[in-house]
């Protein structure tokens, strides 16, 4: 049986996945904040800046992603 490694980061994961190298994880699963709606609790990203807030980590995800891995994304329902 395979053993496998669990570790639980807390942090912005811009700053933390830069520590990481390429091709580092098997699973990503990541809840970001829904723009302005959580205002007090994520610092007021605006609509209109959001997209421009969530590509750099995107590309972080891609970047540490193994190539057979699986990214989950929830949204806001």
């Known amino acids: 049986m395979r053993q496998i490694k669990t570790e639980l ?6 700053e933390v996945l830069q ?3 390429d091709d580092s994880f098997d699973l990503i699963i990541t809840s ?9 609790t ?3 990203i605006h609509p209109d800046a959001y997209v421009d807030w969530f590509l750099p980590r995107a590309e972080q995800f891609m970047r540490v ?3 057979s891995g699986t990214f989950i994304l929830r949204t806001y329902l």
Do not use: T, V
Not at 32 to 40: F, G, N, Q, V
């Open 32 to 40: 970001p904040p829904y723009a302005d709606s959580r205002a007090k």
């Open 65 to 67: 992603l193994k190539p």
């Open 42 to 44: 994520y610092g007021g």
């Open 9 to 14: 980061l807390h942090g912005d994961c811009f």
């Open 19 to 21: 520590s990481f190298a």
